[in-house]
């Protein structure tokens, strides 16, 4: 029975993740990179500080992080402060608490490449149309939630 439900809600998640591609036939990297260049753009126009868009906690240097991925399906399996599918940002921030550039590498190419087992069984969806660029600062932002 609790394999049942774990297939099901696994089933669940990929669909969920592969439901968000562009019907425009674009990649969803130019999408994201669109969308990040937009709110760049809304954000100069403004204040440069928080504009209400951002999460709670969020600087204007961790910002374009954030955006970055409220642009991506993250949220559909990770929250800030509790585990939903993948672990909670605070929980991957504490575990990753004296990460270095070397350390942002990998965990970027982790986000990129998908992975299972340093979490638990259930694994995480690759996402190959994430740039590198913008995957480091996804993960620039993780680190810093607290």
């Known amino acids: 029975m609790k394999k049942s439900i774990l297939i099901l809600s696994l089933c669940a998640v990929i669909a969920a993740c592969n439901s968000k591609s562009d019907k425009n036939g674009s990649s969803d990297s130019t999408a994201a990179a669109n969308q990040s260049a937009k709110a760049q753009n809304s954000n100069a126009d403004t204040n440069s500080t928080k504009t209400g868009t951002e999460p709670a906690g969020t600087t204007s240097v961790n910002a374009n992080g954030a955006k970055l991925m409220a642009a991506a399906d ?25 990460a270095n550039d070397a350390m942002i590498d990998t965990l970027a190419n982790k ?5 299972k087992g340093n979490w638990g ?4 969806t690759p996402h190959p149309t994430i740039a590198v660029a913008d995957a480091k600062e996804m993960v620039k932002y993780i680190l810093t939630v607290k």
């Open 74 to 98: 993250c949220m559909s399996c990770h929250k800030e402060q509790v585990k939903l599918v993948g672990p909670a940002f605070k929980e991957i921030a504490n575990k990753y608490k004296a």
């Open 111 to 115: 986000v990129i490449k998908g992975g």
């Open 121 to 124: 069984e259930v694994p995480m």
